[in-house]
């Protein structure tokens, strides 16, 4: 049986490199649109920024179409939709961006490769690690020649990079990146800072692999306990660590401590993102996992079958992800008769690993 365990953290260089433009005081049309729409992101009321962006996009683009206006409302709209899990709607933003930008900034201008460093954060998030490495990788150095070896933008690149790593089952490589990133986290923005928490739960992540689970629970928790200390109590990034740390109980035979962390996980998630978001599915996952660790296959079977349906209305039919609940669906048909059908999902969970490598 497999086991899920989420990550957050790819997305990172998304949360932190809007640029000045459009969070300055909002004078004009442009400026109060866009800060009006990222107080809307922040407060996970999409649709209102949505509508925002937009009127923020036709403002700049009124400037001309290759502003530095308009790069920075593309910005904005693809951290929108990345929140929504619209990976590859986001980076056709962030590719326009770019573009944008390789025609009015010099080539070494640190925001060329800051950009490259988010579009290669929406590659890791697709599963498309090559890809990821070959943006991330220049711009990691691209940021310690511009900026030096303690900025927070470098430490976004380098964080992605460690995770790049950690998928590809780089465990040495990926501990380098991402401590190395907490450390410039904390010494720049803080201890107690939601970036440091990002990533403390993506190391927390790197020594569950490894079996190291007293380092792993330290580090997961920790990241709880910042995020419950400093964002709201019903925030998404709660949620993010209740439910890693709830897949960590399953793993230690945790149960009654699993159950509680899951349902609270699953019920902010839905009331964030509505009931058809990919990471409500990741939670509906882990609880059908809990159920099924637990041999009550009745609890498990709607739990998986409801994941499958959100993760591939939200992720696509063969996107990796749900490799693993066909698996473990499959388990639950067979164990109740339905070998056949077990075998079609067993055989389309081999074709979707297959085919991402």
Same mark, same amino acid.
């Given at each position: 049986m497999t086991r899920a365990f989420w990550l957050r953290g790819l997305l990172l260089a998304l949360a932190c490199l809007t640029s000045a433009g459009a969070m300055? +005081?909002?004078?004009?049309?442009?400026?109060?649109?866009?800060?009006?729409?990222?107080?809307?992101?922040?407060?996970?009321?999409?649709?209102?920024?949505?509508?925002?962006?937009?009127?923020?996009?036709?403002?700049?683009?009124?400037?001309?179409?290759?502003?530095?206006?308009?790069?920075?409302?593309?910005?904005?709209?693809?951290?929108?939709?990345?929140?929504?899990?619209?990976?590859?709607?986001?980076?056709?933003?962030?590719?326009?961006?770019? +573009?944008?930008?390789?025609?009015?900034?010099?080539?070494?201008?640190?925001?060329?490769?800051a950009t490259l460093g988010r579009i290669g954060a929406l590659a890791l998030r697709q599963h498309r690690f090559v890809e990821a490495?070959?943006?991330?990788?220049? $711009?990691? $150095?691209?940021?310690?020649?511009?900026?030096?070896?303690?900025?927070?933008?470098?430490?976004?690149?380098?964080?992605?990079?460690?995770?790049i790593a950690l998928m590809r089952g780089k465990l040495e490589e990926a501990e380098l990146y991402i401590m190395r990133a907490l450390a410039i986290r904390e010494a720049a923005l803080g201890a107690t800072h939601p970036e440091v928490a990002e990533s403390a739960n993506n190391l927390g992540f790197l020594y569950l692999k490894r079996n190291q689970v007293a380092k792993a629970e330290s580090l997961l928790g920790r990241a709880l306990?910042?995020?419950?200390?400093?964002?709201?109590?019903?925030?998404?990034?709660?949620?993010?660590?209740?439910?890693?740390?709830g897949a960590l109980d399953i793993m230690l035979g945790r149960f009654a401590e699993?159950?509680?962390?899951?349902?609270? +996980?699953?019920?902010?998630?839905?009331? +964030?993102?509505?009931?058809?978001?990919?990471?409500?599915?990741?939670?509906?996952?882990?609880?059908?996992?809990?159920?099924?660790?637990?041999?009550?296959?009745?609890?498990?079977?709607?739990?998986y079958r409801r994941a499958l349906a959100v993760q591939q209305a939200a992720l696509g039919p063969d996107h990796p992800d749900l490799a693993d609940t066909l698996d473990n669906y499959a388990d639950i048909l067979f164990m109740n008769g339905q070998g056949a059908e077990a075998a079609r999902f067993k055989e389309r969970a081999a074709r979707i690993r297959a085919k991402a490598g």
């Amino acid at each position: 049986m497999t086991r899920a365990f989420w990550l957050r953290g790819l997305l990172l260089a998304l949360a932190c490199l809007t640029s000045a433009g459009a969070m300055a +005081a909002p004078e004009e049309p442009w400026q109060r649109h866009n800060a009006a729409g990222l107080q809307a992101l922040q407060q996970r009321r999409f649709a209102d920024a949505e509508i925002r962006f937009a009127a923020a996009l036709r403002e700049a683009e009124r400037r001309g179409p290759d502003s530095a206006r308009v790069a920075a409302t593309l910005d904005n709209q693809a951290r929108l939709l990345a929140a929504q899990g619209r990976f590859a709607r986001a980076e056709a933003r962030l590719r326009r961006a770019l +573009a944008i930008r390789e025609k009015v900034l010099a080539a070494d201008d640190p925001e060329l490769a800051a950009t490259l460093g988010r579009i290669g954060a929406l590659a890791l998030r697709q599963h498309r690690f090559v890809e990821a490495e070959r943006l991330v990788k220049p $711009a990691v $150095a691209s940021l310690e020649r511009t900026l030096g070896a303690d900025d927070p933008r470098l430490a976004a690149a380098l964080n992605t990079l460690g995770t790049i790593a950690l998928m590809r089952g780089k465990l040495e490589e990926a501990e380098l990146y991402i401590m190395r990133a907490l450390a410039i986290r904390e010494a720049a923005l803080g201890a107690t800072h939601p970036e440091v928490a990002e990533s403390a739960n993506n190391l927390g992540f790197l020594y569950l692999k490894r079996n190291q689970v007293a380092k792993a629970e330290s580090l997961l928790g920790r990241a709880l306990a910042i995020r419950e200390r400093v964002l709201d109590p019903d925030h998404p990034d709660v949620a993010e660590s209740l439910n890693n740390l709830g897949a960590l109980d399953i793993m230690l035979g945790r149960f009654a401590e699993a159950a509680p962390r899951l349902e609270s +996980a699953l019920a902010m998630r839905e009331r +964030a993102y509505g009931p058809a978001h990919w990471e409500v599915g990741q939670t509906l996952y882990n609880l059908g996992v809990l159920h099924h660790f637990q041999g009550d296959l009745a609890k498990a079977e709607p739990y998986y079958r409801r994941a499958l349906a959100v993760q591939q209305a939200a992720l696509g039919p063969d996107h990796p992800d749900l490799a693993d609940t066909l698996d473990n669906y499959a388990d639950i048909l067979f164990m109740n008769g339905q070998g056949a059908e077990a075998a079609r999902f067993k055989e389309r969970a081999a074709r979707i690993r297959a085919k991402a490598g």
